[in-house]
């Protein structure tokens, strides 16, 4: 693709040699002469000067002083996010249903779905048009799933649970298993059945090894966009808005709120029943506390979360801890220097 054509995708303008021929997408410093890169950030536009791309893709406010080829964009990360998708666009999924799948009875199966070796489906389960289902996944029973996903290999997937449209499942992750609930009894827990749901919205993608809990009652839920990175726990009757981010490591008690648009850094741990309003931030490592509230747009980070101005003002008073120390022994020796 040349750049001038790459641009008129993009919808931006360009400089430079519109012509040339660009084959593929590269970090900054690993470009070559037929590569696209991007530079956002200072750093990165600092190094754009040096960088062999044949292409950058450039903040609309950059300053072209060395005379590159360059697409300038609102957002050249998210434009480069684009290109790498245009030149590497994903291998689509043969249809059909390999000879050792297993499909229970009322299977319903839409154009194009395609069902990997040894993948089973169990019965009154309806898969979308268009979707595909790896090698080994296990779908129970009268599970629905939208159209235009894609479902890695072992995922498994328990009764009842509905999917949304383009939902992307990584290997290993667990959806649909029963909530942690148990109650005490005498001298002995007793499990409190979870004869719950999970829905989740469409376009939600989530990472490998990451369990999501059906509901004791009622639904656990993840909205439209939501996106979990690998090793994520959310649990029983959680309730996810739309387009949350939650990173890796990072677990949900039973019937925690996240509204929409959040941002949930890694390791992070947050108790029973906590809400986290619309557009918060929560820091990687913090612990939110059962019940607490996190108003909306604040950033938060520590353990208990607090306020990032008021977490940074308390780091700094423990950096101080030693000197104060030191003082307070020198002015404990010259008391007693003084007999006082």
Known sequence: MRVFELAAWLGSDFEGAGEREIRGVAALDAAGEDDLSFAAGRKAL???ASSKAGCLLVPVAFENTHGRTVIRVADPRGAFARAVARFHPPVPPTPGVHPTAV??????????VSVGPRATIADGTRVGSGTSIGAGAALGRNVTVGSGGLIHANV???DGVTIGH????HSGCVLGADGFGFVFERDHYEKFPQVGRLELGDDVEIGANTTVDRAALGVTSIGHGVKLDNLVHIGHNCRIGNHVVIAAQTGLSGGVIVEDYAVIGGQVGIGDKARIESRATLGSGCGVLTSKIVRGGQVVWGTPARPLREYLAQLAHMARLPALAREVAE???RLNERGI
């Open 46 to 48: 600092d190094a754009a």
């Open 103 to 112: 499909l229970g009875n009322d299977v319903v199966l839409g154009e194009g």
């Open 156 to 158: 498994t997937v328990y």
């Open 166 to 169: 383009r939902v992307v499942l």
């Open 331 to 333: 002015l404990k020796k």
